[in-house]
């Protein structure tokens, strides 16, 4: 009995024994892989970490950063002819935060929009706001500014106090905005008519001239002009109609936006960001340039540099475009009195298609459709400029009239001198040279200076991929200043004085001929 019992009680020992052993290996095995999960865990948020770090490294020695040119108070020229603003001031200071370089472009909103989805551009910053449509092709930083909507009216008016007060009454809006689409979304609802315009200027014209009762548009930009002398009101509490970003083409320069977001981060947190804001939208905002612009005298003692840029630009695209356009214009009108029918047909191919698509779309074209299409098939980007597009659009242009120009002094010339000419055994090119061409010369000399005239003027077009020629230059200036019947007339007189100039060079030029 005692052997049993002896049996039973080592039985007993060795149970517990072995259960303690087999205990211990599941809590060493249990907290194997509690360290384990720990240091996986770990593992990942360092190469998170690591990634995030990588991408807020720069990855391009410069990165070319567009902008609206006519967008104060985030983006303008002041007197000195730099380019400042809300936009710009952030930017800077957010780029010296993380240490990258940039170099802005401030080429318009559209412009900088297509120049940004077409790979000119890295990335735009422009008072842009964040929405769901626009978020498809960009890709958009944390916002950088709350923007809210203004409704202004002139100083004057007392029987606009809220919006039900805008029944039957007309209400100004720029196109595109996110005020227009508050305004077109409430139009029904009080009962207003809409006006749309493309500039802040011509608005504003508008609203003190009495065609529209009253505008919406963003709040810094009301109060930048009323600092600026306008003569305007904001009697209804302005409207949150969303957030403003910086934006990259989507899927490219992750790091620029990585960069954008720290930096911006920092100088919140440092209040430099609070004070870039408070100096464009406080009272002390104006421009401290003590000559006065309020003259036409004060406006050409301050931007005669600047209006002999643009004019130079002007003067650049249209000789170098009209020399070329002259060759390709005259070999094609050549073409089109050719015996050859094929080359009758190429040219009136060739007239037709370009006379057929607007200079401006021609433009548009060339600078961001070709670029496209150069990068899908090479995979790199376009070495196209704006200057050159606008010399290749002008060229193009022109060329098409002028080989119209061309067949018309030729065929002006009387048929029987060619037909004579033939008869005496001289070849069809010595007749073209030495009877036909010297006549048609002299028939289509106020053609071709009228021609020369027209791609002139068709330069301001030019403007619409975001080349700062004579007019662009003047859009700049009323953007300071506010001044666009003297900046625009001012304009005008240039063109005027040049014009007359190349037309009594003309004239000469036809009479020594003769």
Do not use: C
Not at 145 to 153: M, Y
């Amino acid at each position: 009995m005692s052997e049993i019992m002896t049996s039973f009680f080592i039985v007993f020992i060795l149970r517990q024994f072995y259960a303690k052993i087999i205990e211990n290996i599941l809590e060493r095995e249990q907290l194997m892989k509690k360290k384990l999960l720990m240091l996986v865990t770990l593992f990942v948020t360092l190469l998170s970490i690591t990634s995030v770090k990588a991408d807020d490294k720069p990855v391009k020695d410069s990165y070319k950063i567009a902008s609206d040119s006519l967008f104060a108070p985030f983006e303008f020229q002041n007197s000195d002819k730099q380019y400042v603003g809300i936009d710009v001031d952030l930017l800077k200071a957010i780029a010296k935060t993380e240490n990258f370089k940039i170099a802005m472009d401030f080429v318009g909103f559209q412009t900088a929009v297509d120049q940004t989805q077409a790979g000119h551009a890295d990335g735009m910053i422009a008072g842009m706001s964040i929405t769901a449509e626009r978020k498809n092709v960009f890709d958009f930083s944390d916002p950088y500014f709350t923007a809210n909507a203004s409704l202004a009216v002139k100083k004057t008016t007392t029987d606009i106090k809220s919006y039900k007060d805008l029944k039957g009454k007309t209400v100004g809006v720029k196109n595109g905005t996110a005020s227009q689409a508050f305004i077109d979304k409430n139009k029904d609802k009080y009962g207003y008519k809409v006006k749309v315009f493309d500039a802040a200027d011509t608005m504003y014209q508008s609203l003190n001239t009495g065609s529209i009762n009253a505008f919406m548009d963003d709040e810094p930009v009301v109060k930048y002009a009323i600092i600026q002398g306008q003569e305007f009101a904001t009697p209804i509490t302005p409207e949150k109609i969303g957030e403003y970003g910086f934006a990259v083409k989507k899927g490219e320069n992750p790091e620029l936006i990585s960069m954008f977001n720290a930096g911006l981060k920092k100088i919140k947190a440092n209040g430099q960001y609070d004070k870039i804001v408070a100096k464009y939208m406080g009272n002390d905002a104006s421009d401290d340039k003590k000559v006065d612009e309020s003259t036409m005298i004060g406006i050409i003692k301050n931007n005669w540099q600047q209006l002999a840029s643009g004019l130079g630009y002007t003067l650049a695209l249209t000789l170098v475009s009209f020399v070329l356009a002259l060759i390709v214009g005259i070999i094609f009108g050549l073409f089109s009195v050719s015996p050859s029918k094929f080359l009758r047909g190429f040219t009136k191919v060739y007239v037709d298609l370009v006379r057929g698509v607007p200079l401006m779309v021609l433009a548009i074209f060339i600078f961001y459709g070709i670029p496209n299409l150069f990068e899908s098939i090479t995979g790199q980007p376009s070495p196209l400029n704006d200057f050159a597009a606008g010399i290749i659009a002008l060229t193009l242009n022109a060329s098409a009239y002028i080989a119209e120009i061309v067949r018309g002094g030729v065929n002006s010339v009387p048929t029987g001198q060619m037909e004579a000419s033939r008869s005496l055994g001289v070849s069809y090119v010595k007749t073209m040279q030495r009877v036909i061409l010297p006549q048609a010369v002299k028939i289509t000399i106020p053609s071709l200076v009228n021609q020369f005239i027209i791609s002139l003027k068709d330069t301001t077009i030019i403007s619409a991929i975001g080349l700062i020629e004579l007019l662009q230059t003047g859009k700049i200036i009323v953007a300071r200043n506010f001044q666009s019947f003297k900046v625009y007339g001012l304009i005008a007189i240039i063109y005027l004085i040049v014009i007359l100039a190349l037309t009594i060079f003309a004239r000469r030029l036809e009479r020594n001929m003769k």
